[in-house]
């Protein structure tokens, strides 16, 4: 493995752009990361159905016609019970079309059956808009505390739960720290569930390389990677990698012996 290659390093103006996936197809194999991981990220809505269930072919459509709304804040994931038995069972599914939505890592709200769509309508509004605290951990309301719980994430891997905990991060002086480490959660989570993808083969391998480093707390691996996908990209996706780059720079600090030394070298 090479050490940064810091002297192919570009500058670009260009932002990358992003693409709402609105409807995705889930498995026991995935659910993990498409429905858990990712709820920290969105409000996920899991449509239990199969493929002999009429109410499901009635209640179906118009989930996914509701999700591919614009300006929608939701995902709908959608799972064949036929096929996925084991998250079916886990998630106490005894009849069909059930629909559950996901916030945080954990249910908050379900049906069961064909209901109206106002009645849909409500249960997606209260879904977008509740106030729901993350598994396993609180979200400190103080800013110096909040940030080392989010350092405490990132170094760790979790961009879940750090992407989580950098949403509406209180106005304070830490704030400014808090938006550079932004970059690095959203990169994170972006990759893990395929957000991220360019669909460009060697940039998408580099990009996984470097955040299965960072998920085994391996930032100098991570970072070479980074700078490997500076080379593997298009110019729009430049920019994009340097941010990544200066967001895990910022948290491992100034100081840090391989922030030294990727600032001496670049």
Known sequence: MRLFSFGKKKDS??????????????TDANFQIQVIKRSYKQPVM???????CMPCRQLGPVLERMAEDPDGAWILAKLNTEHNQY?????????????????????????????????????IREGVT??????????????????????????????FQ??????????????????????????????????????LDALDEQYQKANKALQRSKPAA?????????????????N??????ESLLALLGENHKITKQYRATA
């Open 222 to 238: 991570a970072l070479d990677y980074l700078t490997q996908a500076l080379d593997a990209g298009e110019d729009i996706d430049t």
């Open 13 to 26: 103006s260009k932002k990358k752009s992003t693409k709402r996936h609105a409807i995705i197809d889930v």
């Open 130 to 159: 509740a106030d729901v605290p993350m598994q396993g951990s609180k979200i400190s309301q103080d800013p110096a505390k909040r940030l080392q719980q989010i350092r405490h994430h990132l170094k760790k891997g979790n961009g």
């Open 87 to 123: 998250t079916a069972n886990k998630y106490n599914i005894r009849s069909i079309p059930a629909v559950k939505m996901f916030r945080n890592g954990r249910v908050i709200g379900e049906f069961t059956g064909v209901i109206p769509q106002s009645q849909i309508s409500q249960f």
């Open 46 to 52: 899991v449509d239990f159905w199969a493929s002999w």
């Open 162 to 199: 750090a992407y989580a905990l950098l949403k509406d991060f209180p106005d304070s002086p830490e704030a400014a720290e808090a938006a550079r480490l932004s970059p690095l959660a959203n990169f994170i989570c972006d990759i893990e569930d395929g957000d991220g993808l360019t669909g």
């Open 240 to 245: 994009y990698t340097n941010e990544v780059i």
